[in-house]
């Protein structure tokens, strides 16, 4: 009967250990697994990790802190998380102008990256999905597609 | 301001636990930082007492990379995004037949540089990304041309660096003519660290050296290695963006972005290894270490290295006499801290810096006019001239 307690507690707390870590390796995404291939929002977020080392974290920094006055933060900022179309806009062809990003007024110019639509979806999935950020809806090739360039 | 909370005793492990993760995080990055490395010396100063004002010459420009001074008073402009403009009294004009740019991440139309003998032979040499040759993405490309009517004619391609890539970060792109008569490039290594930088046989991470023409001269250091890229000159670069010849020896000196930290200053030798990757003053955006080394044997150290990165672009000597005060200095100009830096050079040292038109913008080039001008060019703003007092 001891026995049997005793294998049952460690088989509760193995569970329990499993669930944490599980929680853990999932932690930079915010993506909860619940089958084991990749769901294609998972996919286009690591797709779009790699884009981002490459062409944003010059700027907006590896965390996505951004840099004061000069380059606007990613995490957790407020125009992203609520400017959908804009933020897409804004990959897609570059901004300029003035932009107030939690609180603060920016008025730096980002040249367009040449990023195709498929690349700019990816990297919007995962700047929306990183550093806290959560985004459940994903960005999909055909919504980047319609964003068309701003005339002023 | 609250007074911070002291450390309170019998705090929970969860607590304890949070507490150590946020101390460890900045500490980590503390020690991938390598041993012995000094932040800015000496300390950049601003001057109370402005000795210079500041008057936009050609307003409304978005990234303008090379600036050219043609006889008679015009300018040649280019724009990152595959413009050139042709800037003549007070009007902009759009130049024709621009060669195509590969439009992706750090690419596009970028330096411009005109032949010493230009009023004789009317060469302009610009640098761009482009995808001439095989291969997807691109890499850069120098070509010469002449102005004709507002058009570039006479287009020969002089030199284009393999493989493609669609790497969107490090195409160099700084044109310098050499008192030997010959122009030397920089193109970045393509964010291909691992191949480019210190192999002669790959383009990319290297100062190169061709004659007017683009052909490759005989005295080149690596002419006789089979397999070798003929034209380079120096190697182990990352992404130089300044170059400028130094009026009193005519060396050639160049600057170039590091990582996270480890901007560097260099004066290029023939056949000189510059040791990226392999030695650098500078970590990876992420944090983590690059290399435990800051100098190896058979690599040179930079004459002078920024922790943490100004990311230095366009690079001048002052030789007029319009401002006596900064004659011999060397200008810099800082994209993340928008101003331009004033570095007095005394025993082949910097022995001051200071901070010239402080948070103006991205200064992404500088040249000295022929009129003894100090013309800055700034994203989001334009050409911006130095007047001094």
């Known amino acids: 009967m001891k026995e049997a307690n005793l294998l049952l507690s460690c088989l509760a707390l193995a569970f329990v250990g499993l669930v944490v870590m599980q929680s853990f390796k999932n932690r930079d995404i915010n993506v909860t697994k ?37 380059f606007p933060p990613l995490a957790q900022s407020d125009y992203l998380l609520e400017k959908r179309e804009e933020s897409i806009r804004a990959v897609k062809y570059g901004q300029r102008g003035e932009i107030v990003v939690n609180g603060v007024t920016y008025n730096s110019i980002m040249s367009p990256m040449g990023l195709t639509n498929e690349e700019v979806a990816d990297v919007m999935n995962y700047i929306l999905n990183s ?20 005339t002023e | ?14 607590k304890v636990i949070f507490m150590a993760c946020l101390l460890g995080t900045p500490m980590f990055w503390a020690c991938a930082q390598q041993k012995g490395v000094k932040e800015n ?38 724009e990152k ?15 024709k037949d621009v060669p195509e740019v590969y439009f992706r991440g750090q690419g596009g139309l970028m330096d ?8 004789e032979n009317g060469w302009i040499y610009l640098s761009y990304s482009s995808q001439e040759g095989t291969g997807k993405g691109g890499n850069t490309a120098i070509l010469r041309a002449k102005l004709e009517d507002d058009r570039l004619v006479d287009q020969q391609l002089l030199y284009k660096g393999v493989p493609n890539t669609t790497r969107g970060p490090h195409f160099g792109s700084r044109l310098e003519f050499g008192d030997d008569g010959m122009l030397y490039f920089s193109i970045g290594d393509r964010y291909n660290r691992d191949e480019n930088p210190q192999d002669v046989t790959r383009d990319g991470g290297k100062i190169y050296r061709v004659r007017d023409d683009g052909t490759v001269p005989d005295d080149n250091p690596f002419v006789n290695q089979a397999d070798a890229k003929k034209a380079i000159f120096s190697y182990g670069h990352r992404n130089p ?13 160049v600057h170039e972005h590091g990582p996270r930290g480890g901007d560097e200053i260099n004066i290029v030798a023939k056949g000189k290894n510059y040791g990226w990757p392999k030695i650098t003053y500078g970590i990876n955006y992420s944090g983590t270490k690059i290399t435990d080394d800051t100098a190896l044997p058979g690599m040179e150290q930079p004459f ?86």
């Open chain 1, 34 to 70: 619940d089958h084991l291939q990749p769901s294609a929002l998972e996919a286009s977020i690591q797709r779009g990790s790699v884009i981002y080392e490459g062409f944003c974290a010059r700027c907006h920094m590896p965390s996505g802190e951004g840099v004061k006055s000069a």
């Open chain 2, 1 to 14: 301001m609250t007074e911070p909370k002291p450390f309170v005793p019998g705090w929970g492990p969860v």
């Open chain 2, 304 to 389: 002078y290295y920024w922790v943490p990165s100004i990311a230095p672009s366009g690079m001048a000597f002052v030789t007029s006499d319009l401002y006596p005060e900064w004659k011999g200095n060397l200008l810099v100009g800082s994209l993340i801290f928008q101003y331009l830096e004033r570095c007095v050079i005394e025993n082949d040292k910097i022995a001051y810096r200071e901070k010239l038109v402080p948070d103006i913008g991205r200064v992404r080039n500088v040249r000295q006019g022929p009129d003894g001008y100090i013309y800055v060019a700034v994203e989001g703003k334009g050409i911006i001239k130095i007047i001094p007092n």
């Open chain 2, 112 to 119: 411009l540089e005109l032949h010493p003998r230009y009023a």
């Open chain 2, 241 to 253: 963006q300044g170059m400028a010849k130094h009026p009193d020896t005519g060396e050639i000196w």
């Open chain 1, 131 to 150: 550093w806290g950020n959560k985004s459940d809806a994903m960005v999909t090739v055909e919504e980047v597609a319609k964003v068309k360039k701003q």
């Open chain 2, 81 to 95: 995004s595959g413009t050139l403009i042709h800037f003549k009294d007070g009007k902009k004009t759009n130049v």
């Open chain 2, 41 to 78: 010396t000496p300390e950049i100063v601003t001057p109370g007492k402005q000795t210079y004002t500041t008057e936009t010459v050609v307003p409304g420009l978005d990234i303008p990379w090379g600036m050219a001074f043609l006889p008679g008073g015009s300018m040649l402009i280019s």
